[in-house]
């Protein structure tokens, strides 16, 4: 069966669709199969990453490693039982139709709470949640008191992940392997960015997640999204000298992939 891996987080902003592209890719450029999924069925960042793409290679003439996107399929209403929820029916359908033909299905959840997101949780073997480097974040993940050295509890989307852990206990599936990443880091080492790690440090003992080394602010990704690229294209593309800067985010992506563990995958770009 394929390997799912969900990217959620309650919040818009958070780098979800830039990460969910290069895990996609860098999954791809290491030869294997990856079928993908956005359940942002308003906004769909993630599905025009996927467009820019192939719209971009069309034009260049150029055939890059990359993910396979899916919309989900249309369900016929009339064929729901009692009961039935057609958000469920409907990512029910497009897993089992992606699991047969991918190593690896990754799905890009919305920056809110929706059903579908609900859902997608509770299918997770591996979470990777991207978190700014801000407290404003944080309280998604838990509350603190006034100066951040104290955790008073968890946070609606500490919740639904434990909710999402017990619908997977109860159907005997095995545990979630939630990852925590630290998003859009400053390069300075401020009061603020020492008390955020510290936190999550404290909060990943409490609730169970692993916190895994992230991605700095760089404009590279905000340029790169136009033409759905990531890191691991620029080469192809005719860059023959990356800037120090791509040369430090590759490495953050490389560290990112080793940290996921994610079965059958050895690091080689």
């Known amino acids: 069966m394929a390997h799912i891996i969900v990217v959620g987080n309650e919040k818009g902003g958070a780098g979800k669709s830039t990460l969910s592209m290069h895990i996609a890719t860098a999954l791809a450029r290491m030869g294997h199969r990856v079928g993908a999924l956005d359940l942002d ?10 467009a820019n793409r192939q719209r ?12 396979t996107y899916h919309e989900l399929p249309e369900i016929d209403p009339e064929t729901l039982q ?18 047969a033909d991918n190593d690896f299905i990754l799905i890009d959840c919305p920056g809110s709470h929706t059903r579908l997101s609900q859902v997608a949780h509770s299918l997770a073997d591996t979470l990777v949640t991207p978190l700014n480097d801000s407290f404003v974040d944080f309280d998604l993940l838990a509350k603190v008191n ?8 968890p946070s609606v989307y500490s919740e639904m992940v434990w909710n999402a852990r017990q619908l997977r206990a109860q159907a005997g599936l095995k545990p979630i392997d939630w990852i925590v990443m630290r998003n859009r880091m400053g ?4 009061v603020n960015k020492e008390k955020m790690g510290k936190a999550l440090d404290r909060l990943a003992k409490r609730i169970g997640f692993r916190v895994a080394p992230g991605f700095n602010e ?5 340029e790169l999204f136009p033409r759905g690229l990531t890191l691991l294209d620029l080469r192809d593309i005719g860059v023959k000298q990356l800037n120090i800067s791509n040369v430090a985010a590759r490495q953050e992506l490389r ?12 690091i080689d770009f």
């Open 255 to 266: 560290d990112l992939i080793k940290a996921l563990n994610l079965p059958g995958v050895s």
């Open 218 to 222: 760089r404009v590279v990704f905000r």
């Open 56 to 67: 971009y290679c069309e034009k260049a003439g150029l055939t890059l490693p990359g993910p």
């Open 82 to 99: 009692e009961g039935e929820n057609i958000y469920d029916q409907r990512l029910s359908a497009a897993v089992s139709m992606l699991e």
């Open 187 to 190: 390069a300075q080492q401020m």
């Open 146 to 153: 006034e100066d951040a050295e104290k955790i008073l509890g």
């Open 41 to 50: 069925l308003r906004q769909k960042s993630f599905g025009s990453y996927a």
